[in-house]
């Protein structure tokens, strides 16, 4: 499964590590000051699924997430709590806790012991200090401790009843900002004070909510209490373990998902009087199979990375093989189909997803699909338009039918054309695919031109286009900037560059393998030191 | 924030810094001193304030009205020929400009007229640097109600109510959620007894345990991180506020009836949403929100900037057509007089409601606009405002006040501030600061 290649290079890390002497063969890193990470509403959710087990209903509504730098994940470490998001975790811990402690199977599970009167302290203790460990990702302080069993104490008295009692405890628990927030904030490196690092709780929380997007479970939080996180060889070893386990998938797929803004596809919107394939069924099926080539090409193959952007193998399900006009592989669901050898379709770039996402409501768009291939795929940033720019582009007319017409203006104008030209010619490679994502040879009855140079480089078809785009120089650094974005909840600052090259570096060296890219980060300096905290700092009042 | 004159955080980041204190309730008498008998003295009716916005913008060459003054001085424009049922109820200001920096398409001109403050531009990732108006003044006002504001919006997606920079108040966007959100359970009428619930003592106790944890961490973090905590804490206080005025009697309000929940999802008809029966049903709810004193503060975010969607009988999406529809663009006007027949149901809602001598809308301030007004081109001068209701005779109505020196719109948000009852040096920031009032438009 996860590919004898990445464990052997694991093994032969690991011994170099260690007989290295901790990282040093990794470069310094200057990482900024950590921040608090809000749970997103999928690993509120994730989380709670394992603390409390799969027949728990999960609230539905939790304050929304927003994107930073694209990243939901990046988001979460600068959003705060609004007022309704207060409300919605409050009506979500007492939906969970009256679920909970009506249920006997779900509340035998967390609750360790059988009272002996409707207040036992002694047993809310046990209460408190068990399921407070797992939910808050590290020991609950006899303050807190003594002030959750208190709340039991004087509910279960109120109401009569000691579990009742026990699930405001419990509430309180689930309401805290200890839960819904990740506090990542470091400590004095004991081998170097110079330096500080995550502790070993701290770790458990980014491996976990890195690679499975969940709470850590036992065995993670069993490794972090016997100080194994903070050492090469037990990050290895956990990482390793948690790699090989079905949750990975989700984790990595929830990583993929946002590094292409694949959860904007839940709110697909196309005008169905020019699209007639429309429906609401199309945006969910597209993502799906967007995740399914990842997920095949990182974990089934463990291929190289750039596949991704070549292979004519994708997972449809009937949705999409009538979009795709290819039989569809299973009557239900999705399955695997190869799709034809001479079409121009190929890759994540002809899918669905990536072509319907970036196009209009009623018509493709070269700026858009262009914009996308630079800031994604390369990181290489476009300015945005001046805000007063006209940004219309001529009706289509006899004289100029197609969208290639339409944008002359963008490339020929010098104001437009200084960024136009970055973008344009890339995305009009496109023109073959509607903005749903058809094939198509004509726009406005007349015959599509979708050639072009991309950087020097001259195309004649889309899959020369994709093949150019996989093999792009920039590739590699940009899916390893992601990769760091999403793994650290911030873009990587200046002093991280170093660390984010060296990465990259790696990542060329084991073929583009998603999965060592991944254990590479986990071990470096760049995953596991953060800066100190300044407490004593103040919110401006500005 | 000293500028702004708001020192509400200020005062919480005060109790927060000390050790081991524990922050309790104020006493609670002081927020139902006003309940009851009080409301009939006309002069102490709850001054409301509204918001109607909507997404990319109008057409300015059909936008302005004829004439200017009160009454017949002046002639609605084509585009607001569907508020003329409203036309005695509203004030219209035109050729004023939003002054903050263009930066954005769209959404600068969402941050310049509701916060008087530029975007906050981050990577690809836009905020409001400072409280949208409705939050201002829900910080003075709200704290007296049950909601200290209530946002919603048939299409408003994230909305645009920022309680500070990367704090959004999600909207409802469901009538039925709204409804059991207002009128479900904690919900009473007057004459209700008070609720006897050993439970909300209960929750209380553990908001304050959440709290303690608030504080306790923030002393562990940063002064990014510590700012976050501070509104997660407001969000906590403010939830205790609304457990506590549970167990009170209800306020005795004579228009005061509870509505029967909307029938319904409203769901998309041939891939088009049902914008218009979902705000009116929410609009209906939002009035007698008003009415039963549920709160002071209701926005309404029908729908959002730069937003693409398919209004009934048009043949694109409307941002596309924004920039897509050549001439003087007839298929935009026509959802901008759509959009505006929404604003006209929503006075309507609040007008039929009967208060005092008057009407509920008498004793509100609606600020209605957009984000732009050539969409085409983002431009933020002829910044559209429609504001509707007297707030308490402090507003002219039936009337047109045009500018001719393209004044800042901030003017307009200080003057609703102050229209409010609220004492405020000055609004805004950079270029879109101002101290002074629109005085024009003031009885």
């Keep these: 499964m996860t590919s004898l290649r990445s464990t052997t290079i694991l093994f032969a890390l690991a011994a170099c590590l260690g007989s290295c002497n901790g990282t040093s063969e990794y470069p310094e890193v200057e990482p900024p000051e950590p921040t608090l990470r809000r749970l997103t509403q999928a690993q509120y959710a994730n989380t709670v699924a394992d603390l409390l087990g799969p027949t728990v209903v999960l609230p539905t509504r939790l304050e929304p997430d927003s994107a930073a730098d694209g990243y939901l994940t990046v988001g979460a470490a600068v959003t705060t709590i609004s007022p309704r998001g207060a409300e919605l975790y409050e009506d979500a811990a007492y939906s969970l806790a009256s679920q909970a402690m009506a249920d006997t199977a779900v509340r035998d599970a967390i609750v360790p012991c059988a009272p002996s009167a409707t207040v036992d302290a002694d047993c809310a203790g046990q209460f408190v200090e068990s399921f407070g460990y797992k939910a808050w990702r590290r020991h609950v302080t006899d303050d807190e401790a003594e002030r959750l069993v208190a709340i039991a104490g004087t509910s279960a008295t109120a109401l009569d009843d000691f579990h009742e009692g026990l699930g405001f405890a419990m509430a309180a628990i689930l309401q805290s900002p200890n839960f819904l927030f990740r506090a990542e904030l470091g400590e004095p490196d004991p081998g170097d004070p110079g330096r500080t690092r995550f502790t070993d709780y701290e770790m458990a929380s980014r491996l976990s909510y890195f690679l499975w997007n969940t709470t850590p479970d036992d065995t993670l939080l069993a490794a972090a209490e016997a100080g194994e996180l903070t050492t090469i060889e037990g990050l290895t070893e956990h990482a390793e373990r948690m790699l090989a386990d079905p949750l990975a998938r989700r984790g990595l797929r929830e990583f993929y998902k946002e590094q292409l803004f694949l959860y904007k596809l839940d709110e697909l919107s196309k005008d169905p009087l020019v699209y007639t394939h429309m429906s609401e069924d199309i945006g969910p099926a597209a993502q799906e199979e967007t995740l399914r080539l990842f997920e095949r090409i990182v974990f089934d193959d463990n291929a190289d990375y750039r596949t991704i952007f070549t292979t004519r193998q994708t997972s449809i399900d009937r949705t999409l093989a009538a979009i795709y006009n290819v039989p569809a592989p299973e009557r239900e669901g999705f399955g695997l189909t190869e799709l034809p050898g001479d079409g121009e379709r190929v890759g994540v770039l002809g899918q669905v997803s990536v072509l319907a996402l970036h196009s209009h409501a009623v018509s493709s768009s070269a700026t858009l699909r262009g914009i996308f291939v630079r800031e994604t795929l390369l990181c290489q940033p476009i300015p945005l338009p001046p805000s007063n720019a006209n940004t219309a582009i001529p009706e289509a007319t006899g004289e100029t039918p197609t969208l290639r017409d339409r944008v002359h203006q963008h490339l020929t104008d010098p104001g437009c054309a200084s960024c136009h030209d970055l973008t344009d010619h890339i995305g009009l490679g496109f023109e073959h695919f509607d903005g749903i994502g058809r094939y198509r040879t004509t726009d406005n009855d007349y015959p599509i031109d979708a050639t072009g140079e991309f950087d020097g480089r001259p195309w004649q078809t889309f899959p020369e286009l994709a093949e150019q785009i996989a093999t792009h120089p920039d590739v590699p650094y940009c899916f390893t900037n992601h990769m760091f974005r999403y793994a650290n909840g911030h873009s990587p600052e200046l002093g991280e560059m170093d660390g984010v090259r060296d990465l990259e570096a790696r990542f060329v060296k084991s073929k583009h393998s998603v999965t060592s890219l991944v254990l590479d980060l986990i071990v470096s300096p760049a995953y596991r030191q953060t800066a100190p905290v300044d407490t004593a700092a103040e919110p401006s009042n500005e | ?443």
Aim: hydrophobic letters at 40%; charged letters at 20%; proline letters at 6%.
């Design chain 2, 1 to 443: 924030m000293n500028r702004r004159g708001l020192d509400r955080r200020m005062l919480l980041r005060g109790l927060l810094a000390g050790t081991a204190i524990s922050i309790g309730l104020p006493p609670l008498e002081a927020f139902f001193n006003t309940s009851g008998t009080a409301y009939a003295d006309g002069s102490q009716l709850p001054r409301r304030f509204g918001i109607f916005y909507w997404g990319n913008g109008v057409v300015p060459s059909h936008w302005v009205p004829t004439g200017e003054g009160t009454g017949s001085d002046w002639q609605l424009s084509s585009l607001m020929e569907p508020l003329t049922a409203v036309k005695e109820d509203i004030c219209v200001v035109t050729g004023m400009e939003v002054k903050v920096p263009n930066t954005a398409p769209h959404l600068s001109g969402a941050a310049g007229i509701l916060s008087g403050s530029p975007l906050l531009v981050v990577g690809e990732d836009e905020t409001f640097s400072a409280p949208s108006i409705d939050q201002v003044i829900a910080q003075q006002v709200g704290g007296e109600t049950r909601f200290r504001s209530l946002e919603f919006g048939a299409a408003a997606r994230s909305g645009l109510s920022f309680n500070g920079p990367n704090n959004k108040n999600p909207p409802e966007i469901s009538p039925i959620l709204l409804f059991e959100r207002i009128f479900g359970e904690g919900f009473r009428a007057p004459g209700d007894e008070s609720i006897v619930d050993p439970t909300l003592a209960l929750r209380r106790s553990v908001l304050d345990s959440v709290m303690d944890d608030a504080s306790a961490l923030r002393t562990r973090v940063g002064a990014t991180d510590k700012a976050r905590l501070d509104q997660h804490f407001d969000g906590i206080r403010e939830l205790e506020l609304r457990l506590a005025r549970m167990e009170e009697d209800p306020p005795d309000l004579a228009a005061c009836l509870a509505p029967e929940p909307p029938d319904g999802d409203y769901p998309d008809i041939d891939g088009r949403p049902q914008i218009s029966a979902k705000n009116r049903a929410m609009c209906d709810l939002m009035a007698m929100a008003m009415a039963c004193d549920q709160t002071r503060v209701a926005s309404n975010f029908i729908t959002y900037p730069v937003n693409n969607e398919l209004f009934p009988g048009i043949s694109a999406g409307h941002h596309n057509l924004t920039h897509d529809e050549v001439g003087d663009q007839p298929e935009v006007r026509e959802i901008v007089r759509m959009i505006l027949g929404e604003y006209a149901y929503m006075i309507e809602a609040m007008r039929s409601i009967n208060e005092g001598d008057g009407n509920l809308l008498d004793n509100s301030i609606v600020l209605g606009t957009t984000d732009v007004s050539l969409g085409r081109v983002h431009d933020l001068t002829e910044f559209p405002i429609i504001l509707a209701g007297g707030g308490c005779g402090a507003i002219k109505t039936d009337f047109h006040y045009r500018s001719t020196t393209a004044e800042n719109t901030t003017k307009v948000l200080l003057t609703l501030i102050r229209s409010m009852g609220i004492n405020m040096t000055g609004f805004g920031d950079d270029d879109a600061y101002t101290e002074d009032s629109l005085g024009e438009i003031l009885v």
